[in-house]
Nanobody, 124 residues
């Protein structure tokens, strides 16, 4: 069992930056690949970013590439999402997720554990 807790969300002006954190507890964090997803009101959940267990490989969604980056610190059992040049369309609840399975990294059903989410609101 893995527990995930996101933090760092909030209200930010367009063009600003935020850093989201996802702290894990329970089983060995480094044995899980991690992903970030988001869901805006009235929209489906959307893949944002992925990082392998070692942190050696990352993948960023086309919609945020060049603005968002993902990293992890296995010693701190934490994964981060750095969000820059935020736009109003980035407004959503952001979730981190952990998996040991393989499969499409964009597919939410390949992840085993989810956090409760943190709200990000970007104002114009």
């Amino acid at each position: 069992q893995v527990q995930l807790v996101e933090s760092g969300g909030g209200l930010v002006q367009a063009g600003g930056s935020l850093r989201l954190s996802c702290a894990a507890s329970g089983r060995t964090f480094s044995s899980y690949a991690m992903g970030w997803f988001r869901q805006a009101p009235g929209k489906e959940r959307e893949f944002v970013a992925f990082i392998t267990r070692s942190g050696g490989t990352t993948s960023i969604a086309d919609s945020v590439t060049g603005r968002f980056t993902i990293s992890r610190d296995n010693a701190k059992s934490t994964v981060y999402l750095y969000m820059n040049i935020l736009k109003s369309e980035d407004t959503a609840v952001y979730y981190c997720a952990a998996r040991q399975r393989t499969g499409a990294i964009q597919a939410g059903d390949t992840y085993d554990y989810w956090g409760q989410g943190t709200q990000v609101t970007v104002s114009l």
